[in-house]
């Protein structure tokens, strides 16, 4: 009977799953008013940190190797997020997992930048909507900074592998030196991961208790790497008691749709309810980078952080505030927001751009499409295209590209006479066309399969004779952490300008 029982339990699982997969992959929504789907940003957002300033919800992400960099998004319910600003403009190397902060009535947001010579760096504004300061580097180690006041009000950084050390008054130098404070929870040995990686810090006081949350686990690698762990104390000095029902946000078998759940960030509603906002790739889907994923928290009678929803944020969840309207930023595309909604690889520079009632000029430079420094968007959908008119001066070459780094991307472009396809970085043929310096061009997308289009009148389309596997474009086989952006570039001499712009995500 119990055999039965669970069968029948097993075959009831399994429609539901389908009827969920049918309903998804046929476009029908099954998202009620009232509840939303993860991720809440979707493609490429990681390392979130989230703040509250009364009914206004302010986040960011990792700059990684784009700019502008460091955009703050905007929400009042936590669900749909509008970017308002940018803090960064100069690229100062990899601008990895940032936190933001408000300390008397300023606005702080602290970072680190990678590569040689790592340090971690301060902006600060009067308001999250800017403008941002210039960087300040603090000229201190570590990664993943994290801004905690203590309960006499001196202000602290806590730092990746438990370190901490104070800050100045105004929260722009380091007092003293580096301590260490927390070596972190020892999961199961048996556990697939990467490796201990104790990093992306962050500290609520909720209560009595001061809760430190931090990732562990590694990035990516395995599936079942990237974790959230807690520690808590009465005092910001500890000793720190690692929680008994740890980890509290884990993705525990590969067959799961998010995959590496990590660095946490805690948020509470105006209900006094909490969530914690984190990362994760998504299954199949690593090309499109760490999403953003929302789900709530509930504290335990014994003061403890449980995250009951588990597997269940692949499904339809309650909203924790119940208003604003979805938002459409893609749709936003063809205004060339620089800063917002578009940013280049690695270098901007203002003055090689203008934009007048949706044409965007843009200056070529170098001699390839990566030397053109591509300007880039983030997509969030697993079958897309995109296309644009494209009017350019003799001696220029231009076109759009799936960018993951300098050596990997894949695109479509043309000169004078013909029309150029690269992979892996390498111009591989193409094929003559009539339209001299004017072409409609396009890309699909289909998930992680890539085919180009040309037009002359961009209602005509003609198909490319080639077609592209892009899945392996992620972390666990290129490194970087980065995902497949698609953006425009142009390379040469004299100017292009791109128009008619559409981003159309497909079922």
Known sequence: MIHCSNKL??????????????????????VKKDSFKNPILGGDYPDPTIMRDGKDYYMTHSAFDYVPGLTVWHSTDLVNWEPISYALTTYLGPGWAADISKYEGKFYIYFTVAGTGRSNYVVYADSPYGPWSKPIDLKVGGIDPCHIVDETGQRWLFLSGGNRVKLSSDGLSIVGAVEKVYSGWQYPEQWDTEGMSLEGPKLKKIGAYYYYLNAEGGTAGPPTSHMVVVARSKSINGPWENAPNNPLIHTYQAADRWWSKGHGSLIDAPDGKWWIVYHAYENGFQTLGRQTLLEPVEITSDGWLKAPTGTGIEMPLRKPIINGNPINRLARLNEFRIGLDWRFYKKYDSTRISVNK???TLKAQGATPHESNPLLFVADAHNYEISVKIEKDAAAVAGIVLFYNADFYVGAGFDSKRTLRWRKAQQRGGSEHSGKNTLWLKIHNNHNIITGYYSYDGKNWKKETWGMDISGYHHNTLYDFLSVMPGLFAYGDGEVRFSDLQFKQLE
Do not use: E, Y
């Open 9 to 30: 339990f097993h075959i009831l699982s399994l429609s539901a799953f389908f009827f969920f997969f049918f309903s998804i992959a046929n476009g029908q929504s099954t």
């Open 358 to 360: 949706d044409v965007l």
